[in-house]
């Protein structure tokens, strides 16, 4: 027994020591990411971040960031200087933007993008400058893996939840993992007024993985309005309503839009689409808005915020741009 108590003890020391010698060799996961990670100046103002994600220059970051009246985009690097940003394409779906850096012989430092979302609860990482600070790394835990939407920017964009504080100025940033591939991209927080709730809205990689292997603006179809759940209105709200009243709620109808144009309003119900189907919750009701095209017609049973007034309505959707 001594014998083998030995044996074990000397491999357990021999597993520990290479662990360690590991451990000790690698990069310190900043200073690994530190070199990919950019921020976007838009018009000559700090605006967001980014990340580089190719060596032949090409830059992810955050639609909204570049969305503004200036189209002069520039990077800013401690380590690469500040060069000038063409645009390659938009994924509005997904708020996400790619760019390019100007070529040159060396390759670009550069960050892969992860195959999968950590489990919920584990540590994530985000990259970027929040509120006009250079170069922070910020801790996070994932709080969701499963995509669900948020409507900001005029419009839902398809993300999942991480428990962390994205400030302003870390829109388009790398949420990383501990070995430094980008697991997201941040876009969104979650706030009451202008208070953060400390939940950050992160774009999942497999949108990110598509837009930069195509490479191509996505169109998507939009019907220029937002929808909610009804559990989630005001008490106020619910007392007024029609008991047992299933739908959605419409809110953030956009003037001159195309919901606008056949007449829906703001907290009128969405009761059912096509004549039969009945949502209660947003993530169905935009899995079926986005595998449709623009230009195909939406047939909308709806109602007045008590859930009265029934008619129907057909809402030929339009491109989000």
Same mark, same amino acid.
């Given at each position: 027994?001594?014998?083998?108590?030995?044996? $074990?003890?000397?491999?357990?020391?021999?597993?520990?020591?290479?662990?360690?010698?590991?451990?000790?060799?690698?990069?310190?996961?900043?200073?690994? +990411?530190?070199?990919?990670? /950019?921020?976007?100046?838009? !018009?000559?103002?700090?605006?967001?971040?980014?990340?580089?994600?190719?060596?032949? %220059?090409?830059?992810?970051?955050?639609?909204?960031?570049?969305?503004? #009246?200036?189209?002069?985009?520039?990077?800013?690097?401690?380590?690469?200087?500040?060069?000038?940003?063409?645009? +390659?394409?938009?994924?509005?779906?997904?708020? /996400?933007?790619?760019?390019?850096?100007?070529?040159?012989? =060396?390759?670009?430092?550069?960050?892969? $993008?992860?195959? =999968?979302?950590? =489990?919920?609860?584990?540590?994530?990482?985000?990259?970027?400058?929040?509120?006009?600070?250079?170069?922070?790394? *910020?801790?996070?835990?994932? @709080?969701?893996?499963?995509?669900?939407?948020?409507?900001?920017?005029?419009?839902?964009?398809?993300?999942?939840?991480? @428990?962390?504080?994205?400030?302003?100025?870390?829109?388009?940033?790398?949420?990383?993992?501990?070995? %430094?591939?980008?697991?997201?991209?941040?876009?969104?927080?979650?706030?009451?007024?202008?208070?953060?709730?400390?939940?950050?809205?992160?774009?999942? &990689?497999?949108?990110?993985?598509?837009?930069?292997?195509?490479?191509?603006?996505?169109?998507? &179809?939009?019907?220029?309005?937002? +929808?909610?759940?009804?559990?989630?209105?005001?008490?106020?709200?619910?007392? #007024?309503? #029609?008991? =047992?009243?299933?739908?959605?709620? /419409?809110?953030?109808?956009?003037? !001159?839009?195309?919901?606008?144009? +056949?007449?829906?309003?703001?907290?009128? *119900? *969405?009761?059912?689409?096509?004549?039969?189907?009945?949502?209660?919750?947003?993530?169905?009701?935009?899995?079926?808005?986005?595998?449709?095209?623009?230009?195909?017609?939406?047939?909308?049973?709806?109602?007045?915020?008590?859930?009265?007034?029934?008619?129907?309505?057909?809402?030929?959707?339009?491109?989000?741009?």
């Amino acid at each position: 027994m001594k014998v083998h108590l030995t044996v $074990i003890i000397t491999l357990f020391s021999i597993a520990s020591s290479t662990t360690a010698e590991k451990e000790a060799k690698a990069k310190p996961l900043y200073a690994k +990411v530190a070199p990919a990670c /950019l921020e976007i100046l838009v !018009g000559g103002r700090l605006d967001g971040s980014a990340t580089i994600v190719s060596k032949e %220059g090409l830059v992810l970051t955050a639609c909204h960031v570049i969305r503004k #009246k200036s189209k002069r985009y520039e990077a800013l690097s401690p380590t690469l200087g500040r060069h000038p940003l063409k645009l +390659v394409c938009t994924d509005r779906s997904h708020d /996400l933007a790619l760019l390019s850096l100007p070529k040159r012989e =060396n390759p670009y430092p550069f960050l892969p $993008i992860a195959k =999968n979302i950590p =489990n919920e609860g584990r540590p994530s990482y985000l990259f970027g400058a929040p509120v006009f600070r250079h170069n922070l790394l *910020i801790t996070g835990y994932v @709080a969701k893996k499963k995509s669900s939407f948020e409507w900001y920017d005029g419009a839902f964009a398809e993300t999942f939840a991480i @428990a962390g504080i994205g400030a302003g100025g870390t829109s388009g940033g790398p949420w990383l993992n501990a070995r %430094g591939e980008i697991i997201g991209v941040q876009v969104a927080s979650m706030t009451l007024g202008e208070v953060h709730q400390g939940i950050a809205s992160a774009i999942p &990689p497999t949108a990110i993985r598509s837009l930069i292997e195509k490479k191509t603006t996505v169109v998507t &179809p939009t019907m220029q309005a937002a +929808v909610e759940e009804i559990w989630g209105q005001s008490p106020e709200f619910l007392e #007024k309503i #029609k008991p =047992n009243t299933k739908g959605l709620l /419409l809110r953030q109808v956009a003037k !001159g839009g195309v919901a606008a144009k +056949v007449g829906l309003k703001d907290e009128e *119900i *969405i009761l059912k689409v096509g004549g039969k189907r009945i949502f209660e919750r947003i993530e169905p009701f935009m899995q079926m808005l986005r595998r449709k095209k623009p230009g195909d017609t939406l047939l909308l049973h709806v109602a007045d915020s008590k859930g009265e007034g029934q008619r129907t309505e057909k809402v030929k959707l339009a491109e989000l741009k």
